[in-house]
Structure formats: C-alpha cells, structure tokens
T-cell receptor
Framework: DAKTTQPPSMDCAEGRAANLPCNHSTISGNEYVYWYRQIHSQGPQYIIHGLKNNETNEMASLIITEDRKSSTLILPHATLRDTAVYYCIVPMDSNYQLIWGAGTKLIIKP | DAGVTQSPTHLIKTRGQHVTLRCSPISGHKSVSWYQQVLGQGPQFIFQYYEKEERGRGNFPDRFSARQFPNYSSELNVNALLLGDSALYLC????????????FGSGTRLTVV
C-alpha cells in the first residue's frame, strides 16, 4: 500500500497558486518524498523531491513540515496545462519500486 | 537528447497470445523499470533492471518477464495474454538505482480482445 494520502480532487483558478497537500505520517527519517504528475494519456512526469528542507525548481516548490508527516506541492502560477493527476510518493528502497496511490486530480479553470 | 522511447505505441492482441514491448532508456541511464497502469488507477510496479540484472519484482504472475540488454535497452514479455492485461505499459529510466527521479516514456497501450 502507498504510504501517502492525498485528496482525490482539487480545483484552482488559472494564474493562482495551486497548493496540493499530502500526508505521509509513517515516513522514516531517511525517506524522501517525491512528486510526479500525469497529464491525460501521457507517461508520468517527475516534478520535485525532498527530504526535510523546502525545495524549489523551475516547475514547483515543495514544502515539508518540520515533523515530516506532511508536505505541500506548490505550483506558483497555475496554467491550463497544469491540469493533471498529481502523485505524492514515498519510495520503498527494499524493492526499488514506486508505489502509486490514486493521486489528486487537479483541474485548472480559466 | 531523445527521451525514453517505447515501441509500439499501441497494439491489439488476442487472448492467449504473447507480446513483447520494447524500451530504450535515455542515453547513459543504466536503470530501467516497468509499470502497468490500468485505466483509472495509478501505475503498478512490475520490474526493475540495473546493469542487466533484475533488482526488483512486483506482484505479477510468472507470465510476465523482462530482460535488459548490454546497451541498457529492455524488453517486457507477457505470455498467455488475459483480458485483464489490457493496460498502458510504462517504461522509466534513471541514471543509477536507488534514485527515483525517473523519466518515463509515453507508454505502450495494449488491448487484449
């Protein structure tokens, strides 16, 4: 089973910041949090990952709480092209696999 | 640079047949993983290969097999196809094992009739 829980769906207005939450209360001290997204009918796309410090790249920012039990992916200025299913994943090193939950379906509205 | 390429993009097979799906990783990437994605669900892990050796296997029957070649490309084979094998099959590559910022291909859409 996935180690993360996410809301099934969210809406966001175009141009506004989209904040996608994720709970990972059983995360271990050395486990990273990864975020991917999947636009309809395409392969998943890696967005960002982090351990305990906040991270930012050209696509998004990742805010991880101090206790590391939850995180938030922030798309600072959402566009219609950001409509996708967003997955928060804590990988299992024991089998080198990513266990995908249902993700959050983010719909950006004009 | 070319991304992860998968072939074919679509195919239709009959129950009981065999299928081979192919994947070319990004140049220099030595790790290849395979995932199955049934419509409406997240991907499910099938295999991971690194340096031509199997390093991880998901909960799939023995009808599923894979291999990685010296040039790091990979094949996924499925024997005795069932209707339930209809899915999008995704290949992902990474530079080394143990990092998870994978680059995925666009997938092969397999329909079993």
């Amino acid at each position: 089973d996935a180690k993360t829980t996410q809301p099934p769906s969210m809406d966001c207005a175009e141009g506004r910041a989209a904040n996608l939450p994720c709970n990972h209360s059983t995360i271990s001290g050395n486990e990273y949090v990864y975020w991917y997204r999947q636009i309809h009918s395409q392969g998943p796309q890696y967005i960002i990952h982090g351990l305990k410090n906040n991270e930012t790249n050209e696509m998004a920012s990742l805010i991880i709480t101090e206790d590391r039990k939850s995180s938030t992916l922030i798309l600072p200025h959402a566009t219609l092209r950001d409509t996708a299913v967003y997955y928060c994943i804590v990988p299992m090193d024991s089998n080198y696999q990513l266990i995908w939950g249902a993700g959050t379906k983010l719909i950006i509205k004009p | 640079d070319a991304g992860v390429t998968q072939s074919p993009t679509h195919l239709i097979k009959t129950r009981g047949q065999h299928v081979t799906l192919r994947c070319s990783p990004i140049s220099g990437h030595k790790s290849v993983s395979w995932y199955q994605q049934v419509l409406g669900q997240g991907p499910q892990f099938i295999f991971q290969y690194y340096e031509k050796e199997e390093r991880g296997r998901g909960n799939f029957p023995d009808r599923f097999s894979a291999r990685q070649f010296p040039n790091y490309s990979s094949e996924l084979n499925v024997n005795a196809l069932l209707l339930g094998d209809s899915a999008l099959y995704l290949c992902a590559s990474s530079l080394v094992i143990g990092t998870y910022g994978y680059t995925f291909g666009s997938g092969t859409r397999l329909t079993v009739v």
